[in-house]
Every structure is written in structure tokens, then in C-alpha cells.
């Protein structure tokens, strides 16, 4: 059976251990991985940063009124948020937020990720959950092949100039002052839920509608968006892999 994304993160949780009583950061929240983590915190907390504009409300429809009362989310970059004290998390997940910071705000992964480092406690971890570039992803099914074309178009209208894969990021870490670097691969691409595959193929097409000004080029992609659409509902969308990264805030 395919993994789905919370397989995924669950198996990329595993190697942190309990988490009850935790302080969290959450980078980028959207909800995915505040869910699991609301389960597991027992009356631990969970901070998220996030400088979109509607991510309250998306959090919150993942997450559910009763566990939302663990989480604070404060709505602003990542790069910015000095008014958090040093040494205050125990751990700081990043759940497909990496790639999105060089989208969203290109030369910040540097940056923030001394923000990291600076807001964990000694002995504080560090867990990424990312996908591979797609320059190194060989398709393994159609379906993973119609998740890379969707996501090339998505680069096209939105470009992004780097797309760091873990040893990269891992130097960067190492850089900042983490150590016990290390990671894996936790999912060779998981099956994206029938709910997704329309809220993506919808967002490609709006994001055309948006950006593209010339008639004929618009024509062009919204042809290329419908023809994924059509070989989608026979197929089905399988994500690229996925690998975890993590690293420990010794000193
Ligand atoms: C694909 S989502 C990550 C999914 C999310 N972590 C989850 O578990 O549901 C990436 C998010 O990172 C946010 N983001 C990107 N750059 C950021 C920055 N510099 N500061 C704050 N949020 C940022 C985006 O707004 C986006 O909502």
C-alpha cells in the first residue's frame, strides 16, 4: 500500500522519541504536522510561525478546535522573529517549509536557520521532513511522474532558485552550530488524497490565470494543467520521496 503523509512524518517522528511536555516550534505551519504533533505533546505546546496570510485557517481545519488550544500561531517571517527567546523549544520541526522559504523569501534558509539554532534549548532538536529536488528524483510510477510535471509548472510561475537537498541543508546546519547530523530517506513519494490532487490541479490553474498576462501563453499551460488533470483521475498523484534530516543543538 502507498504511505500517505502522516505515515511519513510519523516514521520521520519515531527517531525523536516522547514528546510529551514538549515545547515545539512549527515552521510554516499549515496544519499537517501540528496535528500529529498536538496528538503527541500531552500538555506540552506548539509555537508556529508562518507569513501567510490565510495559514490560521488552515491550521485550524487540520487541527480541530479542542487540540488548537495547544498551539499559539503568530503570523509573520521566520527570518524576523527575534521577540521569541533563545533557548526556549526542545525541538523544531520543518515539514515541507524549506523548499518553500527559497520560494517565499529567496537567501533566508540561511538565516533562519540560525533562528533555529538560537531558539532551541541545549540539547534541543532539529527534525526536517523534505522532499528531494526534483532535478534528483527518478519517477518510480505515472503518478509520481504527474506530481514532478505539476510541480515543474508550479517553478515555472513561481521560480525558485535553489532547492537544497539534505547534505546540503546538513552543511548549512553544521555551519549554524548544529551537530549529530544526520538523515534518511522515510518515503519513496506518498499518494496524494483525491481532496489534494483538486485543490492542486485548482491552484495551477488560478495561479496561470494570475500571473499569465498573454492570451496564447495561458492557452498553452492551462492545456498542459488539463492534460495532467485528465491522466490524474485514471492515475492518481504520488508526491517525489521523501527524506528526514535532524540534528542536535549541542552546546
Ligand atoms: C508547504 S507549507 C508547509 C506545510 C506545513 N509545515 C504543514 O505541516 O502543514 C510551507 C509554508 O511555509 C511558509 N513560509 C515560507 N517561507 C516562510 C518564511 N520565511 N517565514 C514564515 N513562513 C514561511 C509558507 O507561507 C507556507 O505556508
Request: hydrophobic share 40%.
Amino acid at each position: 500500500m502507498l504511505a500517505t503523509w502522516r505515515d511519513t512524518f510519523e516514521i520521520a517522528l519515531k527517531e525523536i522519541g516522547d514528546i510529551s511536555g514538549f515545547t515545539v516550534f512549527d515552521a510554516g505551519p499549515e496544519g499537517y504536522a501540528s496535528r500529529v504533533l498536538a496528538q503527541r505533546i500531552g500538555d506540552g505546546q506548539i509555537i508556529g510561525v508562518n507569513m501567510w496570510l490565510d495559514f490560521y485557517k488552515a491550521v485550524r481545519k487540520m487541527v480541530g478546535a479542542k487540540l488548537m488550544q495547544k498551539l499559539v500561531l503568530i503570523y509573520d517571517d521566520m527570518k524576523q522573529m527575534n521577540y521569541i527567546k533563545d533557548c526556549f523549544f526542545d525541538l523544531v520541526v520543518s515539514y515541507e517549509t524549506m523548499v518553500s522559504i527559497e520560494r517565499r523569501t529567496p537567501g533566508s534558509t540561511l538565516p533562519i536557520l540560525h533562528q533555529f539554532y538560537r531558539i532551541l534549548k541545549q540539547n534541543g532538536r532539529f527534525l526536517a521532513v523534505e522532499n528531494f529536488p526534483l532535478n534528483e528524483v527518478k519517477p518510480i510510477d505515472e503518478a509520481q511522474e504527474l506530481q514532478i510535471k505539476s510541480l515543474k509548472i508550479l517553478n515555472k510561475l513561481v521560480p525558485i532558485k535553489v532547492h537544497y537537498n539534505a547534505p546540503q541543508l546538513s552543511k548549512m546546519l553544521r555551519q549554524v552550530g548544529f551537530e549529530n547530523i544526520n538523515w534518511k530517506m522515510v518515503s519513496k513519494g506518498d499518494r496524494v488524497s483525491s481532496n489534494s490532487v483538486i485543490r492542486e490541479i485548482n491552484g495551477l490553474k488560478s495561479l496561470v490565470n494570475e500571473i499569465i498576462k498573454k492570451q496564447k501563453e495561458r492557452e498553452e499551460y492551462l492545456n498542459e494543467i488539463q492534460e495532467i488533470d485528465k491522466q490524474v483521475k485514471r492515475t492518481g498523484l504520488r508526491t517525489p520521496p521523501y527524506y528526514a534530516l535532524y540534528a542536535r543543538k549541542i552546546s
